[in-house]
C-alpha cells in the first residue's frame, strides 16, 4: 500500500513559470513532509521540508503549502528555471522515523 | 567529507551472481538505509540500521540481505541475482536528533 501519492508523473514549464507538484498521505501520524531533489545521475538532497503545525513554508522560489485536513502537501516553484530540470519526491516520516517516498515527477523546465 | 560513498559506481552480473555493495559515511550518523529507485516507482526501502548493531527490514527485503560492519559502513547483499534486481541503488544515513537523511551517489547495478 502506497503511503504517499505523488502527481503528476512529469511536468512541462516554460522558463519563468510555475511548476505545481501534489502529494496526499493517509496516515494522520506524519509529522514531518519534507521534498527531495534528484539531479540525473546524482542522489536525492533536501530541498526543503515542513511540520503540519504551519500551513506554508517558503525558502526563496521555493514554497511548501500543507493542507492537514485534506492530508495533502504541495510544492510550488515560482519563477522557474532551467537549472530546476530535475525529479522531485515528496516524503512523509514519523519523527525519526523512516522515510516514505512518493513515485517522484519529472521537473522540465524549457527556456 | 566525503559525506555518503559507494562502491562500485556501476556493476553488470549474470544471473545467479552474488555481490556485495558498499556504503561507507563520515558524518558520524547513527541510522543508515538501503534504498532501490526503478523507473515510476520511487525510492522503495530494502532494509535499514536504526543504530550500530541493529538491522530491520523495509519494503522490498526479498532477495537481499545488509550487514552493519560498524558505525561507518553498511553493505548490501545479493546471493543470487535475478533480473528483476536491475536497479539503481542508493544508500542513505541520518543523524539521531534530525529527520534529513543524506544520500550517496548510487550504484546503478544490471542483471543480465
Known amino acids: 500500500q502506497q503511503q504517499v501519492k505523488q502527481s503528476p508523473q512529469s511536468l512541462i514549464v516554460q522558463k519563468g513559470g510555475i511548476s505545481i507538484i501534489n502529494c496526499a498521505y493517509e496516515?494522520?501520524?506524519?509529522?514531518?513532509f519534507p521534498w527531495y531533489q534528484q539531479f540525473p545521475g546524482k542522489g536525492p538532497a533536501l530541498l526543503i521540508a515542513?511540520?503540519?503545525?504551519?500551513s506554508e513554508k517558503k525558502e526563496g522560489r521555493f514554497t511548501i503549502s500543507f493542507n492537514k485536513s485534506a492530508k495533502q502537501f504541495s510544492l510550488h516553484i515560482m519563477d522557474s528555471q532551467p537549472g530546476d530540470s530535475a525529479t522531485y519526491f515528496c516524503?512523509?516520516?514519523?519523527?525519526?522515523?523512516?522515510?516514505?517516498f512518493g513515485r517522484g515527477t519529472q521537473l522540465t523546465v524549457w527556456p | 567529507n566525503a559525506g555518503v560513498t559507494q562502491t562500485p559506481k556501476f556493476q553488470v552480473l549474470k544471473t545467479g551472481q552474488s555481490m556485495t555493495l558498499q556504503c561507507a559515511q563520515d558524518?558520524?550518523?547513527?541510522?543508515m538505509y538501503w534504498y532501490r529507485q526503478d523507473p515510476g516507482m520511487g525510492l522503495r526501502l530494502i532494509y535499514y540500521s536504526a543504530s550500530e548493531g541493529t538491522t530491520d527490514k523495509g519494503e522490498v527485503p526479498n532477495g537481499y540481505n545488509v550487514s552493519r560492519l560498524n558505525k561507518r559502513e553498511f553493505s548490501l547483499r545479493l546471493e543470487s541475482a535475478a533480473p528483476s534486481q536491475t536497479s539503481v541503488y542508493f544508500c542513505?544515513?541520518?543523524?539521531?536528533?534530525?529527520?534529513?537523511?543524506?544520500f550517496g551517489p548510487g550504484t546503478r547495478l544490471t542483471v543480465l
Open positions: 542513505a544515513s541520518r543523524d539521531r536528533g534530525n529527520n534529513e537523511q543524506f
Open positions: 515542513i511540520r503540519p503545525d504551519v
Open positions: 516524503a512523509a516520516t514519523y519523527t525519526l522515523g523512516r522515510l516514505y
Open positions: 496516515n494522520t501520524a506524519f509529522d514531518y
Open positions: 558524518m558520524n550518523h547513527n541510522s
